[in-house]
């Protein structure tokens, strides 16, 4: 397949990393090296579109993944883990209806942010002492 020839009208910035947090909870009552996957929390949020010239729309789509919902570490939690990532989005006005841009960007554009997101998550976890996470493929259309 000739990349050039067959390039999608969607495209991406290079996804930068806005946040990347890993603390152990010093108050934690378990035994670190026993804790299991965590259930993990995703939050897309998608920034208005709008025009770059003429024939492009553009928008920054942010994608966060914790472990928790909030700072606070309670006993029975044994670390705080939150990545936050985000990119820039463009596309030609012709290859995405202004009414699904909104629904593109947070299923395709989150999907694609989260494939950056999963290896931090690996790295930062298998570096500690707890079980490395990995973050399943997920279904962003719900």
Known sequence: ?????????????????KE????????????????????FVVKTKVEKPSDMTEDIRTARVFVTVTNTEDDFLKETTPFLLRVTMSAKFQWAKAGIEQGKEQTFLKVNGA???MSYIRPIITQLTEQADVQTQYLPFLNFTK
């Open 1 to 17: 397949m000739d990349s050039k020839k067959n390039r999608s009208s969607f495209q991406f910035s290079n996804p930068s990393t």
């Open 20 to 39: 990347a947090v890993f603390v152990v909870n010093p108050k934690y009552k378990g035994t670190l090296s026993n804790v299991k996957s965590q259930d």
């Open 111 to 113: 999907s694609l942010i």
